[in-house]
T-cell receptor, first 111, second 117 residues
Framework: RKEVEQDPGPFNVPEGATVAFNCTYSNSASQSFFWYRQDCRKEPKLLMSVYSSGNEDGRFTAQLNRASQYISLLIRDSKLSDSATYLCVVNGPAAGNKLTFGGGTRVLVKP | GAVVSQHPSWVICKSGTSVKIECRSLDFQATTMFWYRQFPKQSLMLMATSNEGSKATYEQGVEKDKFLINHASLTLSTLTVTSAHPEDSSFYIC?????????????FGPGTRLTVL
């Protein structure tokens, strides 16, 4: 089983719609969680950290469910520029405080 | 966010040659940097952790004699792919760890696309 698993997609989303997807992680000792965004042939860029209480940044909402070991990302009012691959990233002492990346979920927003 | 640069952004070389990639933190000091590799349609795979002033820590399956890492200062880490072969062609990305408030965050360089002919 992979340490961090994501649905690869693609999620085809009409412009203006809402899309949500999850990521599961296997290590219950994981402490920090992030969503990164990666555009084609570019480096990953931090989208947001994910806190236990859940957090929102504009149109993006992230949730953490420790009991079920998953995190989620919801994008409201999708823009064409939201088309990208979203990487779920987990960090924890068991991994030597190194980041472990999921395979990414591809989102395509269409007019 | 913090700024991390990489040089070169792309390189094409002949099989058997060595290629050096630089990773710099431009507006902060990084005691720890990381080197990743990403093959097409795959996620980032950590190759090694680069620690300033000490030896790098390599992930399982990564040959330390083939991928030489030097972290000589708090703002510079280098990765040298020695005797490169076509199977080494990949997207190499470095990152630097920064402590920002509640958690450590990693910022990534723009990546180096290596093509070995």
């Amino acid at each position: 089983r992979k340490e961090v698993e994501q649905d690869p997609g693609p999620f085809n989303v009409p412009e203006g719609a809402t899309v949500a997807f999850n990521c599961t992680y296997s290590n219950s000792a994981s402490q920090s969680f992030f969503w990164y965004r990666q555009d084609c042939r570019k480096e990953p860029k931090l989208l947001m950290s994910v806190y236990s209480s859940g957090n929102e940044d504009g149109r993006f909402t992230a949730q953490l469910n420790r009991a079920s070991q998953y995190i989620s990302l919801l994008i409201r009012d999708s823009k064409l520029s939201d088309s990208a691959t979203y990487l779920c990233v987990v960090n924890g002492p068991a991994a030597g405080n190194k980041l472990t990346f999921g395979g990414g979920t591809r989102v395509l927003v269409k007019p | 966010g913090a700024v991390v640069s990489q040089h070169p952004s792309w390189v094409i070389c002949k099989s058997g040659t060595s290629v050096k990639i630089e990773c710099r933190s431009l507006d902060f000091q990084a005691t720890t940097m990381f080197w990743y590799r990403q093959f097409p349609k795959q996620s980032l795979m950590l190759m090694a952790t680069s620690n300033e002033g000490s030896k790098a820590t390599y992930e399982q399956g990564v040959e330390k004699d083939k991928f030489l890492i030097n972290h000589a200062s708090l703002t510079l880490s280098t990765l040298t792919v020695t005797s490169a072969h076509p199977e080494d062609s990949s997207f190499y990305i470095c990152s630097a760890r920064v402590n920002r408030g509640r958690t450590d965050t990693q910022y990534f360089g723009p990546g180096t696309r290596l093509t070995v002919l």
